[in-house]
C-alpha cells in the first residue's frame, strides 16, 4: 500500500485559492511505500516527453508497427514472381546390381550351317553389362515470366497494401497520442480537485480551530464549535476520494507510458493555459487528408486492383526457359566421359474453361469495390457531422470558460466578504460554510470547462489529421 504525500502550495493562506494562483509549475505527486519507507525512482513529464514515451512504448502501436513490416514483406513476395527462378540440381546414383543385355557379338561360320535357302549364317550373342556402378548427374535451369498479368496485378496490389499499412499506422498513431494528450490533462485535473478539496479542508479546519478559540474567550457558542467541527470533517471524504481518484489516473498514465509501477511522476503542466478557438475555415477539406480517411482511399485503389487481378485471370500467361544437363557414368570415379545438355522452350498457358469460377470471382471483386465506395461516402458525411459537433463544443467550452472565469471571481469575493463578517462576528458558520462551498464549486466548474475545452480540442485536432500535435 501507498501513503499519498504532498507539497501544499496554500499553506501559507488564510483565504481560499483564486484561480490566479493556481500552479503555473510543476504539479509534484510523491507515492512512498509506507511498509517500508524505501524512496522511489522519480520522473518528470512535460506533455511533449509524455507523448514520446508513449510512442516508444504502446503496444498498439507495436502492432501497428508488425502489421507494417507484414506489408513490406508480402510486397517482397509478389515482386520475386516477376524475377527469373535459378535451379540447380546434382545427383549421384549408386547401382549395385548390373543389367545385362544380350547384344549381336558374331557370326560363327564355322559351327552352325546356314539358315536354310540363304548364304546367311546365324547371329550370335552375348550378355553385355548396360550400367555402370557409379551415376553422376547435374544441371541448371532458368526461368523467366514473359507475360502473366496476374503477377502484374499481384505487384501492385502489394505496394498499394504496403502503402495502406503505412497509412493506418499513422491513425493508430494519432488516436493514440490524442488519448494520451486527453489522459495527461485528465490527470492535471484531477490535481487540481484533490488541491481544492484539500484547501478547503484545511480552511475548514482553520475556522474549526479559530471558533474554538473564540469559545474559549466567550466570542462563540457551543453550537457554533460543534457546525464548526462538522463542516470541517464532513471535508474529509471529498479529499480521500479525490486522492484516490489522482492515483488511479497516475498508474494508468505509468501503464499507458511504460513506466513502472513503483516510480514518482511530477506532471509539468497547468490548466491555467489553454489554446484560442481553432478556424474552422476549410476544416472539411483538411479532414479528408487525415490517415483514417486516406485509409478508405487506398483501401478503394487496393479493391480496383483486385478486380483488375481478377480480370487478368482471362489472359493467357507465357514464360520461358532454359536448362543445360549434363551426366556420366563410370565404374569409378572418372567423370571425364560425360555427356552436355542444353536446351530452351516457351511455355504458352490459356485458360479456357474453369467452371465458372473465374466470373463468380470478378462479380465479388467488384461487389467489394462498390461497397469501399459506400463506406467512403458515409465516411465523408460522418466526418462533417463530427466537425460541426465539434465546433459547437469548442464553442460552448469557450464560453463557458469565460462565464466560470467570472463566477469564481465573484465567488471568491463572497467569500472573502463572509470571512471577514464571520471573524467580526457578523456572520454565522452555516453563512461561511455556503460561501466556501460556492467558491469551491465555481473553482471546479472552471478546470472543468478547462479540461473539457481541451478534450475537445485535441478531438478537433484528430479530426483534422494533427492528432499527433501539442497544444
Do not use: C
Not at 478539496?197 to 474554538?212: F, G, L, P
Not at 457546525?227 to 501503464?255: H, S, Y
Amino acid at each position: 500500500m501507498h501513503r499519498w504525500t504532498q507539497q501544499r502550495y496554500r499553506n501559507e493562506r488564510s483565504t481560499v485559492p483564486t484561480r490566479r494562483r493556481m500552479p503555473m509549475i510543476a504539479i509534484a505527486v510523491t507515492l512512498i511505500v509506507a511498509s517500508t519507507g524505501t524512496a522511489v525512482a522519480q520522473d518528470q513529464l512535460t506533455l511533449d516527453g509524455f507523448l514520446a514515451r508513449v510512442e516508444s512504448h504502446s503496444l498498439q502501436l507495436d502492432n501497428s508497427r508488425t502489421d507494417r513490416d507484414i506489408a513490406l514483406t508480402q510486397e517482397r513476395l509478389a515482386r520475386s514472381q516477376v524475377y527469373p527462378t535459378v535451379a540447380g540440381q546434382a545427383g549421384y546414383t549408386r547401382n549395385f546390381l548390373d543389367i545385362e543385355q544380350a547384344v549381336p557379338a558374331y557370326v560363327n561360320t564355322g559351327g552352325s550351317p546356314a539358315i536354310p535357302g540363304t548364304q546367311i549364317y546365324p547371329i550370335q550373342t552375348q550378355e553385355v553389362d548396360v550400367n555402370t556402378d557409379n551415376q553422376f548427374s547435374a544441371g541448371l535451369s532458368v526461368q523467366q515470366k514473359v507475360f502473366d498479368m496476374s503477377v502484374f496485378r499481384a505487384l501492385e496490389a502489394s505496394q498499394q497494401y504496403t502503402s495502406l499499412t503505412g497509412t493506418a499506422y499513422e491513425a493508430s498513431r494519432q488516436a493514440i497520442l490524442t488519448q494520451a494528450k486527453r489522459l495527461f490533462f485528465q490527470a492535471l485535473l484531477l490535481q487540481e480537485v484533490l488541491d481544492v478539496r484539500q484547501s478547503s479542508e484545511e480552511i475548514a479546519y482553520d475556522n474549526y480551530v479559530e471558533t474554538q478559540r473564540r469559545l474559549d474567550n466567550g466570542l462563540a457558542s457551543p453550537l457554533e464549535v460543534l457546525q464548526a467541527e462538522v463542516n470541517w470533517k464532513i471535508t474529509q471524504p471529498d479529499t480521500t476520494q479525490a486522492e484516490r481518484n489522482l492515483n488511479v489516473a497516475l498508474q494508468n498514465l505509468r501503464t499507458f507510458a511504460g513506466i513502472d509501477s513503483d516510480t514518482e511522476i511530477e506532471l509539468v503542466g497547468s490548466l491555467d493555459q489553454y489554446p484560442a478557438l481553432p478556424s474552422f475555415e476549410n476544416a472539411f477539406s483538411e479532414s479528408l487528408e487525415r490517415p483514417d480517411y486516406q485509409a478508405l482511399v487506398a483501401q478503394r485503389r487496393l479493391r480496383e486492383l483486385n478486380v483488375d487481378a481478377e480480370r487478368a485471370k482471362f489472359y493467357p500467361s507465357l514464360s520461358a526457359s532454359i536448362t543445360y544437363g549434363w551426366q556420366a557414368g563410370d565404374n569409378g570415379f572418372d567423370l571425364s566421359g560425360g555427356t552436355d545438355t542444353l536446351s530452351a522452350g516457351l511455355q504458352l498457358t490459356v485458360p479456357v474453361f474453369f467452371g465458372g469460377s473465374r466470373f463468380a470471382s470478378l462479380d465479388q471483386a467488384q461487389l467489394e469495390l462498390q461497397k469501399t465506395n459506400t463506406q467512403i461516402a458515409l465516411q465523408q458525411d460522418t466526418i462533417a457531422t463530427q466537425l460541426e459537433t465539434l465546433r459547437l463544443t469548442l464553442e460552448e467550452a469557450n464560453q463557458r470558460i469565460a462565464t466560470a472565469e467570472q463566477t469564481l471571481a465573484t465567488a471568491e469575493r463572497a467569500y472573502q466578504v463572509s470571512q471577514t463578517s464571520f471573524d467580526n462576528g457578523l456572520a454565522t458558520q452555516l453563512e461561511l460554510k455556503d460561501a466556501r462551498v460556492s467558491q469551491e464549486r465555481a473553482q471546479l466548474n472552471y478546470v472543468s470547462a478547462v479540461f473539457d475545452y481541451l478534450s475537445a480540442y485535441f478531438d478537433w485536432q484528430l479530426a483534422t489529421g494533427r492528432g499527433d500535435q501539442g497544444i
